[in-house]
């Protein structure tokens, strides 16, 4: 065949008019209830982050948590701070006796982390009606379809992401605790 394939483009299939969400709509939160919960979210989670520190330098057999702050802020990426912290506790031979419970506190970071990345990346609308808050979510949407892809949030959920949260921070300080009365101080 002497002439090149044609390059297939996009075609977004436009939304039907039954998809389109009835009413009027902001962008943006705008009831103070999920604005709080959203804001209780954001800031706890930075200080799990910090906590982060203590675990791993309980992979690194110390218990010096400011330094592994150090090494994990300089890590920009969150992804690439988990997988030190993963491939530490799966291929580092001082960590072959670990027991599950890092492995599921590492997870749940993880779940966690996600969810609080959606949450601030995405995008919000606000229900002029009865100020229900929908959601975005990041790469959900490529082509700009905005609300019609978004969906409810309750503050329940957000509730229950902060929960989770606590309980980690919870787990993780009480096994920081059991390990380093392991860990001879340096």
């Known amino acids: 065949m002497n002439t090149p394939p044609k390059i297939r483009r ?29 804001a209780q979210l954001v800031t706890r989670f930075v200080h799990l982050e910090d906590d982060m520190a203590r675990f791993l330098a309980l992979l690194l057999n110390m218990r010096d948590p ?5 090494i994990l802020r300089t890590i920009r990426s969150p ?15 001082v960590n072959k006796a670990k027991d599950q419970e890092h492995d599921r506190i590492l997870a749940e970071f993880w779940s966690i982390n996600q969810r609080r990345n959606a949450y601030v990346h995405g995008h919000w609308y606000t229900s002029d009606e009865n100020y ?26 957000l509730v229950g992401v902060i929960e989770r949260i606590d309980k980690l921070v919870r787990d993780l300080l009480g096994l920081v605790q059991r390990e380093w009365t392991k860990i001879a101080p340096k």
Not at 82 to 93: N, Q
């Open 10 to 38: 996009h075609d977004p299939v436009s939304k039907r008019p039954q998809d389109i969400v009835p009413g009027n709509y902001s962008a943006g939160m705008f009831s103070h209830d999920m604005a709080v919960c959203f």
């Open 66 to 70: 400011v330094s592994t702050g150090y």
């Open 79 to 93: 992804k690439g701070r988990y997988d030190v912290m993963k491939g530490l506790l799966e291929k580092a031979p």
């Open 132 to 157: 229900s808050s929908w959601l975005l979510e990041p790469n959900d949407d490529d082509h700009g379809f905005g609300l019609t892809d978004a969906r409810p949030v309750a503050r329940d959920e």
